[in-house]
């Protein structure tokens, strides 16, 4: 079984004031059955580190560029997210995809980019409501995964978060058999790509996540846990999402 994973997209949110959130979610949990991730905009991801090392929480990036370095003005290499404490990247979100191009093969070049410098890549998949209503949801999934991900990826360095886009921000969730028919396809396919090591690669579901639904999700087969937007930037409902992920 995957060790299961309650990850929190900050987005664009949070100022120094914020961090008070991250230090009440190290308070209630001191311990943890399940891995907690925090991804901060870029400007916490130093400090946020700081302030959780040596405690349940780990840190991640929400981007990275393909590029080891050199002029990209604004734009931020994995090994300076390595170097500011983070142990992940979330890459291709659907609001990057969306609203900077990001193709599969820009993904897939920011995931090689990721594994250089030792982090673990968060890559995001996910069909638009025109796309699920076409009954296209399956074959999007399967390239985005295709041309997303490099060769040879492990359990240690990859998690897979599939979020519909009509679900994120929205309340809008699917229901537990169309997320379950989603994750199950997407072991498949990482089974026949990679092989064994996809047994134990997380699979996280994301779109309107709260602690009120959470348990229900955390029962569909093949959901390792979650990716949350708006759930996580408080910590008493991130921590009931948490609670749920740890009791599933
Ligand atoms: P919400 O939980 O706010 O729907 O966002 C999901 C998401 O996009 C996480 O990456």
């Given at each position: 079984m995957p060790r299961k994973?309650?990850?929190g997209n900050w987005k664009m949110n949070g100022t120094s004031a914020e961090l008070d959130q991250a230090?009440?979610?190290m308070a209630a949990c001191p311990t943890a059955g399940v891995d907690i991730l925090i991804c901060?905009?870029?400007t916490l991801l130093s400090r946020l580190s700081d302030l959780v090392r040596g405690s349940t929480i780990a840190t991640g990036g929400q981007d990275c560029h393909a590029n080891a370095m050199g002029a990209h003005t604004?734009?931020?290499?994995?090994?300076?997210?390595?170097?500011?404490?983070?142990?992940y990247v979330i890459l291709g979100h659907s609001e990057r995809?969306?609203?900077?191009?990001?193709?599969?093969?820009?993904v897939q070049?920011?995931?090689k980019a990721a594994l250089n410098a030792g982090l673990i890549a968060i890559v995001c998949v996910g069909e638009t409501e025109a796309q699920r209503d076409a009954g296209q949801t399956?074959?999007?999934?399967?390239t985005q995964l295709a041309g997303s991900l490099p060769n040879g990826m492990t359990d240690d360095r990859l998690v897979v978060a599939y979020e519909p886009v009509w679900a994120i921000g929205t309340g809008k969730v699917?229901?537990?058999?169309?997320?379950?028919?989603?994750?199950?396809?997407?072991?498949?396919?990482?089974?026949?790509?990679?092989g064994n090591t996809a047994n134990a690669m997380r699979l996280l579901y994301g779109g309107s996540v709260k602690s009120s639904n959470a348990a229900e999700i955390f029962a569909v087969p093949n959901v390792d846990g979650a990716l949350v937007g708006g759930a996580s930037l408080k910590a008493a409902d991130f921590k009931g999402i948490i609670d749920a992920l740890e009791a599933a």
């Open positions: 994973l309650a990850a230090r009440a979610l901060p905009p870029a604004g734009d931020l290499a994995a090994e300076m997210l390595a170097d500011a404490g983070a142990g995809r969306a609203d900077h191009n990001e193709t599969d093969a820009d070049a920011k995931v399956l074959a999007v999934i399967g699917p229901t537990l058999p169309q997320i379950g028919e989603v994750h199950d396809f997407m072991r498949a396919q990482l089974l026949a790509r990679f």
